[in-house]
């Protein structure tokens, strides 16, 4: 490449030596690009960047562009920084601007320049990318359209970052997050998919929220080019047990219930050794007697309290333990009360915390005592199944995090529920279809049954906190690593849950002790990390997602992709299904020859989960006809999801040409002239469909 150094003037020097090429030229073209957008390729730009036009002046650099095929250019006032010397000498200007036209020329002769689309031809592909064949039907999801004449440095950084990760990210909203505005900053930051707890507020709030979400993303019925991929999961409430309202000093009395006036508050502070009491009465939950009394959402609290047992308060911040049990004659009076010491030194009792009892025999669950042969029936749902189930569907919400899984039958039970609550609503059946179903592991019983569940769960979520209260502390790390490789080998999605960057909910900034924690769950394997605090009640949601996108590519750098390969090879049983070595021969092949992506064709998502589990260095595109599947593969690592419908007669050419479309634009920019791509979809066999990929294709681009 030819260096052209003529002289510059101080002013030029100081003025461009803090500009990178590219963002030089974008303030030289901008005027350009608003009179004639569709001439300004990509392509062009890079080739420019690569020529050192930085050292030319605004006239020289005028003059290049006009040689990019006579585009005209628009008068512009010269700036201080910017304007020629007087009597400055170009001797090298002829000698650019010519090696500059012929580059460009080149150029043209080989690609086939449309900034609306971004393709790029290939002799050695054409009959199967052939330039009529692109255009904008396909549906570009996941990435949001940068235009790079605007786009500041900060804006690309974080752009080529959500490009780079594999690893997906889940927002909880709340009072933090709930505005349009900070929802469409979310999204265009990296956020994957949206989590609303239904422990936490209303369902006319949480209504409310699913109404915004869906005006930021686009109706799906009216605009699925922006409301494909990013997906919303209601986090039910399960057969949990949580603490009432806690009351500041002006505490209401037993008179009445508590008025508006701050008397409702986030938390009370407590001590080692202050005495406590617990409430399992209605009453209660609104009008405690004092400061001291709190209501449990729990009716066998009473009963089945022994003396000495262990209760725990908000996932571990506060210990109790039971020092006077009441009288069985005594636990239908309304004054009874549980009375708890507090072992914890300096620590807050939340409103409306969860409740766990480690080691209490207490049958918390409905779904466990009901047989399995008896017929499920909308009476044998308990009201808040009820409630969450019917609020899935009436918001036709794609996913489910069941909580509190212990069997499979829990996750089956889910399942017949929604498809009985569809009918009963004339709901279309194929909403509750649609709704993928993560089994939550919570307790001791979901991780002694886990093989049962991941088999007939979409997903998994690895809710730490919750395991915390069941099991060791110390033991967390290795639990979190077991199910992550249990559901990695099983080629299931596994989302982990629960102080992932805590230290961000007061801080711009995360500690060190959170990014490690980030980092490892990332290269434990987990397909999505979540933002619970941070993101909901936190000051700085999009800071922590900006954080946990950066830090999600940081991770992926040391995942050893070959060992992983070779370990889930070796993991799996034998002789291999089809699928199964279909997927691996196509991760093999991509990595030995270097590939830009994996484009799979789709229907439910099975087989990008197969080849996922392999761990491709390179992405994964998955071509999706249904709009739920797109949804869904987009929480599997490493998949990015194009939905196209298309119509009934296309062909499986037309839609793999969409693919590469969508990792050839400006957008996505995953493919260019000259690379391979691997290619996986089913085919026929004697005309009868075998319902698994079974065709692996190299395509050179």
Known sequence: ??????????????????????????????????????????????????????????EERQAALRQLGGLPVPATNGDAHTADAPGS??????????????????????LTLDVGVGQQQSTS?????????????ASIIGFNQIDLLKASPAEKKRAAAIRRKHTKIIATLGPSSQAVDTIA???????????????????????????????????????????????????????????????????????????????????????????????VHAPHRLSPPDRTTFFVSC?????????????????????????????????????????????????????????????????????????????????????????????????????????????????????????????ELKVDARIAEDIKIFAKIEDQPGVGRLDEIIAVADGVVISRHDLAADFPAKKIFALQKF?????????????????????????????STSCIDVTTAVIDGVDAITLSDESAMGEFPVEAVDVAVELSVEGEKFINRRQAFADMVEHQRRPFQPEEAVASAAVNTASELSASCIIALTTKGNCCQSVAKYAPACPVVAICKEQATAAYVKLVRGVLPLWYPGVEKEDRETRLRKGVTYVMSEAVDLARAGDVVVMLHGDLQNQVATGYANVVRVVPL
């Not at 580059?103 to 043209?108: E, F, G, I, R, W």
């Not at 592909?125 to 039907?137: E, I, K, P, Q, Y």
């Open 89 to 110: 000498n170009r001797p090298a200007q002829a000698s650019a601007l010519a090696g500059m036209a012929s580059s460009v020329s080149q150029l043209h002769h080989h």
């Open 185 to 279: 900053e979310l999204v265009a930051h990296g956020v994957d998919a949206f989590r609303l707890n239904a422990s936490h507020g209303s369902s006319a709030w949480h209504a409310d929220v699913v109404a915004k979400v869906r005006k930021v993303l686009g109706a799906p019925s009216t605009d699925p080019t922006r409301a494909v991929g990013v997906g919303i999961a209601w986090d039910t409430r399960g057969p949990e047990i949580r603490l009432g309202a806690v009351f500041s000093a002006s505490s209401p009395t037993t008179a009445g219930p508590a008025s508006a006036a701050g008397e409702v508050t986030r938390f009370v502070p407590v001590v080692a050794e202050q005495e406590i009491n617990l409430s």
């Open 125 to 137: 592909a054409s009959d199967l990318f052939a330039a009529d064949h692109f255009d904008r039907n």
């Open 483 to 511: 199910i992550a490789a249990k559901c990695n080998v099983a080629g299931k999605p596994v989302v982990v849950v629960s102080q992932m960057l805590g230290s961000m909910v007061d801080s711009p900034h995360p500690n």
């Open 299 to 423: 009716p066998p609290l009473l009963s089945r309290a022994k003396l000495g047992a262990k209760i725990v308060l908000d996932h571990g911040a506060v210990e109790l333990v039971v020092t006077a049990v009441p009288d069985a004659s005594s636990l239908d009076d309304p004054t009874t009360l549980l009375r708890c010491r507090v072992l914890t030194s300096r620590s807050k009792i939340r409103s409306y915390c969860k409740v766990h009892l480690p080691g209490w025999q207490l049958e918390v669950n409905p779904q466990e005592s009901s047989a399995d042969s008896k017929p499920l029936t909308v009476a044998s749902l308990t009201p808040y199944e009820k409630e969450d189930y019917e609020f899935a569907l009436r918001q036709r919400l794609e996913f489910l995090f069941l909580s509190y899984t212990r069997t499979a039958n829990d996750i089956n039970r889910a399942r017949a529920a929604l498809k009985l609550l569809a009918s």
């Open 1 to 58: 490449m030819t260096t052209v150094s003529p002289r510059l003037t101080n002013e030029e020097h100081a003025y461009l030596s803090h500009l990178s090429v590219l963002e030089a030229l974008e303030q030289i073209t901008a005027s350009l690009a608003r009179e004639r957008p569709e001439q300004v390729a990509p392509a062009i730009f890079t080739h420019i960047a690569d020529m050192s036009l930085k050292t030319l002046s605004t």
